[in-house]
């Protein structure tokens, strides 16, 4: 696992005033994720095969929240 993570923003972040921003860092094994408003947090880590199905599973979740 990297010292230093380059982290980025996602593109599945969403637009506006960055009330929804979402960073990622891509390491060896994983993904890693995190709230860019709250950096020293707790940040969710994904193995890299698992990443596609995990945003896919967000984005029909939440095309029947509302």
Known sequence: MALHDQWRKSS???????NAC???ANRDTHIAIRDSKAPTRATLTIPTAAFAPFINALKTAGDHSG
């Open 22 to 24: 979402v960073e990622i």
């Open 12 to 18: 599945y972040s969403g637009g506006g005033e960055g």
